[in-house]
């Protein structure tokens, strides 16, 4: 009888044990992903460079960071006081030498209004020439791009859908970690997210306030000149290196400047030099733009010239430059030769490569459009596996070869009379729905994913020293 109690208790636990167990963990949870800040990073700064926001949304550095634009009227701009309210309309146009000049609109020549909320400094009621009211949130980043959100008149998003469980909304694009950022329908991040998982094991996003976000007063300037050039952005890309300089000359009469800017008399001016390095094709080029503005004796912004960009330094950055010579030499001049060439003792995950094709095609079809043929002795199939072994060898994630050029320059070498285009990707071992997930969310690889003029692609993946070096090329 005791041995029956005995089993019986046993018997208790382990049935309560499972029970608390099922309750408290998802069916379906995925134990081989990791959720956690700092793991699982399948990010790097080429999935920040497919991001193009339309140049129409981005502000000139010319245009201070208290001028805040008025929606529907070219170059008008409100100029907000430290408080966030309206000072003044202010609007700019080009004189004959290039330069922006500034003049002071009449509030009662205005057709629209901008008045700010209670809510939220970056909330305004904006009220149209026909007397319509509407509500918008003003955002601006780092890049100097901006957004008007439309909200409602308690300042909730209007029209972009909270993301909910593992999804990925479409206009999602992967920052770093697990921190992603949405996009407007011009390219401009109005949001970022924090993607984490629960103590039960669920996908949970947390809304976060973009760090670049600057409330209308203007106190916090998003642009590049806070930046120190030793610290990185959040797109990971190194902060233009920026100095300035500060003059007050004494004016009595007009007054030549050396670069052709004219003072008038009281007027003073400062200037801002900015530098900023971008590499491609195996190089690293600094360019400098001189901006100079310059103030009427009360204060007020008269006038601002730009000077540049100028290219001022061009350095090779590959470490493996000093071979490029004799690989330039070595190139043959039959393409199947070359691929044998460059393909010599690297590793080509294939399996990985018919995955992502199988998802390509699956995205393919579902925007109606017709599935894309992939065979390695195609003029796809090698014109990729010679990419991504150049990628693989110098190291880079780019579309332009320090060897060979741009995929278009490699294709003429070898006479392929197609059109062709190419997405690049260097990053840490992947799976191929991590692949497809990248190139499916950048808005640039997208594009070329979904053209339907294309009808071959060729996929190849290089692993080597940790990395994967992907190159997707499409041919008609």
Sequence with gaps: MKKLILTLAASVVVMGSVLYFRSTTPTKRNDTVEYSKGAGVWWDTTLWSNVKTDTEWI?????????????GLDET??????DGTVNRYRKRVKDDAGNWVWSDVIEDDMPVSFIPSIIDDDIYTYIGSGGEEEYYRYVRNGDDSYAFVPVDENGNDVGYEFPKGDSFPENFVLVEDNLYASLDDHGVIIKLWERYINELGAVKWQELRLPYQTAGSGVINPSYTHLSPDVTDMTGKMAPETTSSTQTPTVTTATELPDGITLLDGQTYNTETFTESKTAGGWKVTYE?????IYNSDGSLYATHKDGPNEIERVQVFEQHSQLSADAAAIETNIQAEVIRVSTGFDYKRDIA???????NADRAKSGLSPLTMTYDSDAGRLSTIFAADMAKYNYGDIESPLYGTIEELAKRYRIDKTVSINVWRCGEKSADEINTRLRTAESSRNVRMDDSKVNVGIAIVANNGFFYIAEVFTD
């Design 354 to 360: 018919s995955s992502v094709l199988a998802g390509l």
């Design 59 to 71: 502000l000139d550095p010319e245009i201070p960071v208290n001028y805040v634009p008025v929606i």
């Design 289 to 293: 733009t001189v901006y100079t503005y």
């Design 77 to 82: 701009y409100m100029v907000l006081n430290d």
